[in-house]
Structures are given as structure tokens and as C-alpha cells.
């Protein structure tokens, strides 16, 4: 049946058409613009910038930044939309720094980089064996200590290994 009116009548369709899914709700200490009440207003604003404290059932809890110092508190704010176009909260629409995505992108490819030579560095050093769970220093600390320790057990060994030994005549 929606096909037959489409073709028919198109606005008719267009109007009829199912709400898009809205967006999550902006969290606790987002920035979002809001509307005041008809009448309601400063130096002839009625937008103003506010900050979410909240929300209570699809609805947000709003602290509303008027001027320095000059802020109230707004409940149950609504998103606006069709029949809400006063005492409402819109997104605020994203700002780009110009130049700041070939900027990100460019900092992305050099760590991936940099994550790939430490890959290799890793492959030289180790081998095909597992991280060890200390630093490879620790190892090589305690290795120098165990050396030594067999050096002091066989210092005494030494002197004698050292000294000419007599052989018994037959």
C-alpha cells in the first residue's frame, strides 16, 4: 500500500514516512543550546548556551549559562523539534579547527609506524619467544648475580685446579 501512495501522491508519502531513530541523549557536562519560553530572554536572546546536569525520563535537566555569573536552572527540557520550538535543547553542531584532520590522520600513519618498528624491535631482540613478564634488565641482573655466585663457589676450586699436581711413581 505504501508503494501505490508513493507513486500517487509523493508529499502524502513523504509525510507519512516512519521518525527517524533520535540520538542518544547528551551525557552529564555536555554543551548543548537552549531555547527559552515565549517572552523569556536577555538583552533580546532567547538562545542561550547551557550545560546537562541530568536527565528524567527522555528529558533533560539543564543549567543554563545567560551571562557571567547570571545562570538559572531549566527541568524537563525537551529536544526540539515539530511543536517543540520553545523551551527546548538542540546539539550543538560540531566545530573543525581547519587543517586539524590531515593533522590527526598524519599522526595516525606515524604511530602506526612507529607501533610496526616497535614490532620489529621486538623480533630482533626476542626471537620468536613470548614478552617476558619482567623487563629483560631484571634477567640480565639476575644472571650476572648467578655468575658471580658460581664464581664465588669455585674460587677455592680454582687454586687448586692452578697448582702442579705430583704423580705417584710405579
Known amino acids: 500500500m505504501a508503494h501505490l501512495l508513493a507513486t500517487s501522491n509523493p508529499e502524502a508519502a513523504a509525510a ?10 547528551p551525557g552529564v557536562g555536555e554543551t548543548v543550546i537552549y531555547t527559552m519560553r515565549p517572552g523569556h530572554g536577555r538583552s533580546g536572546r532567547t538562545r542561550f548556551p547551557a550545560l546537562v546536569m541530568g ?5 533533560l535537566l539543564l543549567t543554563v549559562i545567560i551571562d557571567a555569573g547570571d545562570m538559572i536552572d531549566e527541568s524537563l527540557v525537551e529536544e526540539a523539534g515539530p511543536g517543540a520550538e520553545f523551551h527546548c535543547w538542540e546539539r550543538v553542531a560540531p566545530t573543525s579547527v581547519p587543517g586539524i584532520h590531515g593533522t590527526v590522520a598524519a599522526l595516525h600513519e606515524r604511530l602506526g609506524d612507529l607501533e610496526e618498528e616497535n614490532r620489529q624491535m621486538r623480533k630482533v631482540i626476542l626471537g620468536d619467544y613470548d614478552i617476558p613478564k619482567v623487563a629483560l634488565f631484571e634477567i640480565f641482573a639476575k644472571l650476572e648475580g648467578r655468575l658471580k655466585e658460581v664464581e664465588s663457589y669455585l674460587e677455592p676450586v680454582k687454586g687448586i685446579a692452578d697448582k702442579p699436581s705430583k704423580k705417584k711413581g710405579k
Open 55 to 59: 536527565e528524567q525520563g527522555g528529558r
Open 16 to 25: 507519512i514516512q516512519p521518525i527517524q531513530p533520535r540520538q542518544p541523549l
